[in-house]
């Protein structure tokens, strides 16, 4: 047990971020997963890095402070700084944050607070996501296991389940995950090559859930799979099944259902849909979770629009254990997906090297918000509506049309 997880923690580092000697790394989690936090710093200096600092979060403490602040207290309160993103973003180090969902953990704050709060400290980072996004950073994003999250799935606290589940997903038990990864990225590559290949004009979803939603891409679009970019080549998201562009945030049109739920700061967003009308957002609706659903849209202008489009098999190994994870990182994996808000420069050509205003004069959007949810059903299908006006399916029952 203690072995893979040794081995994890440098492969996240060696094998994700693709850091070695001279480089810096800064590493985001919650306490509750502090143990796994010295392990991966541990390998990292075993490979040369030079300095690892990290951000410890406290959520039991963050919690006490909403149940009891006002949104002034909150915002004033150290624990709740984020601008050491910033900071680090311009001295050039690597950002590695651990995903260690708590479901549910935050139902009984106030969700306009919540959401209020969340919009305060994404403006507060807006320096640290222009790095982000123009690629001049090394980013990734990977699961660890908790107690409380361990309980929520399998009704209990013992971690091995999900630890093993993990393992598998992200073929750490295989010898040389690296290797096993280059493979799998190399059959997304050709996925997005050949999605490239086909000038597509737009995208049309139809499913039994009654998503019926048309999605226009703009010219020049560019499908990636989770590579920060072609010159570092490292991953941005562990695991990662998907290709994904971003959309012309003003050619959307028709509803969108969800087909799994979304957990969104602690809180739970269940059997929602959107429509869209000319690109915004115009209606939408939820079971449970309205009131949060409301402040993602409402975070700015731009969050009333979408900022990605990512295709994944129905099929994919994450799909295929059945779990619900509550984590987008995984629960992304194994469906296809959309995402409220902020778009991709490099999901258009030449796009790193433009200007917000030129992005977004393409058609890309621009928000503090970047939101997943997912839409993959067994029987969706996409069908391509190509610039020369031809039509072909890419995706039946849920998976991609191989070629």
């Given amino acids: 047990m203690n072995d893979l997880k040794r081995k994890y923690a440098r492969f996240l580092v060696e094998g994700c971020l693709k850091l070695g000697k001279g480089d810096k790394l800064f590493i985001i989690g919650y306490n509750l997963i502090e143990d796994f936090m010295q392990l991966v710093k541990e390998e990292a200096l075993k490979l ?30 150290p624990i709740m700084d984020r601008t050491m993103y910033n900071t680090m973003a311009r001295e050039g180090y690597a950002f590695l944050s651990l995903s260690s969902t708590l479901p549910g953990f935050y139902e009984e704050v106030d969700a306009e607070l919540l959401s209020k709060v969340s ?75 050949y999605l490239n290949g086909l000038k597509i004009d737009y995208l049309v979803y139809r499913n039994s859930l009654g998503t019926d939603l048309s999605i226009g891409l703009p010219k020049g679009y560019l499908f990636c799979s989770a590579m920060a970019d072609t010159n570092r080549g490292n991953i941005v998201n562990m695991p990662t099944e998907e290709v994904f562009t971003s959309p012309d945030r003003m050619r959307v049109n028709g509803r969108v259902y969800s087909s799994k739920v979304l957990l969104h700061n602690g809180n739970i967003i269940e059997d ?12 939408y609706d939820a079971r449970k979770g309205k009131a949060i659903l409301k402040g993602i849209i409402e975070t700015d202008e731009g969050s009333h629009y979408l900022g990605e489009v990512a295709l994944v098999d129905y099929t994919s190994p994450i799909s295929l254990t059945n779990v619900l994870f509550k984590n987008t990182l995984f629960d992304e994996n194994a469906s296809c997906h959309l995402a409220i808000g902020e778009a991709f420069p490099e999901c258009i050509e ?41 039509e072909t399916v890419i995706m039946k029952d849920g998976n991609f049309v191989e070629v």
Wanted: with cysteine; glycine share 6%; proline share 2%.
């Fill in 48 to 77: 040369g890095v030079i300095d690892v600092k990290m951000l410890i979060n406290d959520p039991f403490k963050q919690k006490e402070l909403y149940l009891k602040g006002n949104y002034e207290e909150i915002i004033s309160n």
């Fill in 119 to 193: 919009h305060y400290q994404l403006k507060s980072i807006s320096e640290y996501k222009e790095y982000q996004l123009k690629g001049l950073i090394k980013w990734n994003i990977s699961a660890v296991p908790n107690k409380i999250w361990a309980k929520d799935l399998f009704g209990s606290e013992n971690e091995d389940k999900l630890w093993d589940l993990i393992w598998n997903i992200c073929l750490i038990r295989e010898d040389d995950p690296v290797l096993a990864w280059n493979k799998k990225l190399d059959k997304l590559k050709r996925r997005a090559d």
């Fill in 272 to 283: 929602f849909w959107l429509e869209f009308k000319n690109g915004k957002i115009v209606d």
């Fill in 350 to 390: 030449g796009g790193l090297n433009k200007s917000k205003e030129k992005l977004l004069e393409l058609g890309l959007n621009m928000s503090h918000e970047h939101v997943d949810f997912f839409i993959g059903t067994s029987d969706l299908e996409i069908k391509a509506v190509l610039q020369n006006d031809c």
